[in-house]
């Protein structure tokens, strides 16, 4: 079974929807994090927690929100969707700082925005 | 501000053939550095990482990676390449809650 899991996997919308991507953890990590994927530009933060009443903007914020429903739980919502927006998007997962650790990726969500 | 480098968008090698991918970063203190792999449709598997100690570092798969303060690179190695290999690598440095990524090296390999 999967430890990260994103839903939904492939979505296709319109210019102006409210969009949310979903991602869940069985790790029992504290720290959650969401990037996009464009091509050519790697991978960029745009929020990160650190538990349910810590998030943080990352590198690339305007235009998305989130929420963190749980330790397990944390969504990323695309209030009013663009074209530019369109990307490959993933959750990640870690430890607590006081671990040596890794972030762990979830297997991605291509969402397409018409 | 901390950034990392991949000069080399796309490589090609031969099944067999050893591997080398460049991976150079910026970063104020002794750094956290990662590579990851990612194959198509997939999320990203670390291959290997390294925070301190022997600059010489193990990881799954055969690969090993260096790091080199000197020349601000941690470049990453395999001797022989399989047909699996074949996937997009990325390298990232930073403290664990705030990586940075390169914009990636494609691995093609042909027989």
């Known amino acids: 079974d999967a430890d990260v899991t994103q839903t939904p996997r492939n979505r296709i919308t319109k210019t102006g929807k409210r969009i949310m991507l979903e991602c869940s953890q069985t790790k029992g990590h504290d720290r959650m994090y969401w990037y996009r994927q464009d091509p050519g530009l790697g991978l960029r933060l745009i929020y990160y927690s650190f538990d349910v009443k810590d998030i943080n903007k990352g590198e690339i914020s305007d235009g998305y929100s989130v929420s963190r429903q749980a330790q397990a739980k944390f969504s990323l919502s695309l209030e009013s969707a663009i074209p530019n927006q369109t990307a490959l998007y993933f959750c990640?997962?870690?430890?607590?700082?006081?671990?040596?650790?890794?972030?762990?990726f979830g297997p991605g969500t291509r969402l397409t925005v018409l | 501000a901390q950034s990392v480098t991949q000069p080399d968008i796309h490589i090609t090698v031969s099944e067999g053939a050893s591997l080398e991918l460049r991976c150079n970063y910026s970063y104020g203190a002794t750094p956290y550095l990662f590579w990851y792999v990612q194959s198509p449709g997939q999320g990203l598997q670390l291959l290997l990482k390294y925070f301190s100690g022997d600059t010489l570092v193990q990881g799954i798969k055969g690969f090993e990676a260096e790091f080199k303060r000197s020349q601000s690179s941690f470049n990453l190695r395999k001797p022989s390449v399989h047909w699996s290999d074949a996937a997009e690598y990325f390298c990232?440095?930073?403290?664990?809650?705030?990586?940075?990524f390169g914009t990636g090296t494609r691995l093609t390999i042909i027989p």
């Open positions: 990640a997962t870690s430890g607590g700082a006081a671990l040596v650790n890794e972030q762990f």
């Open positions: 990232a440095v930073g403290p664990l809650e705030k990586l940075t």
